[in-house]
């Protein structure tokens, strides 16, 4: 991959909201498997000792957050897989902790992208990007924005608000898949993956689950402003 220029430096206890995206806009995520693969990836790749998939039984997505690991590289609390990008809040637990994680993370996934679907070369737009979340208020926006990606999916402006149909909008989100969002909305039954989060490393802006599910609906409504 080729390196792009970060401007910022990570530093242990802090929080960062990383992205990237497919070369040239391509899309990344093609059908279900290659989404859960990426999301049995952030399980797998944020450890300190190397887990190797093929040393265990695996039949389904479930059964790889059965696997037992003793250490982490990073604290993940969010997530968000889009077709064509994704994005993850991070904090740095020790120092080189998320360089190492985004490392092993985009080059597994590029491996098993490019073989599984005969492919060569880069797969994302060169390094990872990454924004430092200094403030209060602004950590707390990401978990609405990273949340919120997949209107996007169906509805242009909604980063701006312009969300025409909001009942609409919620009803997609609470149903996507391929995010954290169903983790803290906590609709239905506790997902397996649910173990890749770990909420208590980060600020108790929900303590509640109603406190994140109101914090979601007043974003989309306007009330709530980046």
Not at 137 to 146: D, H, M, Q
Request: charged share 25%.
């Amino acid at each position: 991959m080729c390196a792009m220029a970060r401007s910022i430096t990570f530093a242990p206890g802090e929080y960062y909201h990383i992205y990237n995206r497919g070369t040239d806009k391509r899309l990344i995520f093609l059908d279900q498997a290659d989404h859960e693969r990426f999301i049995s990836l952030l399980y797998l790749c944020n450890s300190g000792i190397p887990i190797h998939r093929s040393d265990h039984r695996v039949t389904s997505l479930d059964d790889i957050f059965l696997i037992p690991k003793e250490t982490s590289l990073v604290n993940i609390g969010a997530y968000c897989l889009m077709p064509n990008h994704f994005h993850l809040l991070l904090n740095e637990q020790s120092e080189g902790g998320i360089s190492l994680f985004m490392q092993k993370l985009m080059t597994a996934y590029t491996m098993y992208f490019n073989k599984r679907h005969l492919r060569k070369g880069t797969l994302f737009e060169g390094s990872f990007q990454a924004t430092h979340a200094q403030k209060d208020e602004y950590l707390k926006y990401l978990f609405a924005y990273i949340h919120l990606n997949p209107i996007g999916i169906n509805a242009e402006g909604w980063k701006e608000h312009h969300i025409k149909d909001t009942k609409a909008a919620e009803l997609f989100i609470q149903t996507y898949p391929y995010s954290s969002h169903l983790d803290y909305a906590k609709l239905g039954s506790p997902r397996r993956q649910g173990v890749i989060l770990n909420k208590l490393a980060f600020p108790e802006y929900f303590e509640k689950q109603r406190d994140f599910n109101e914090y979601i609906k007043d974003w989309m409504s306007g009330d709530k402003e980046p």
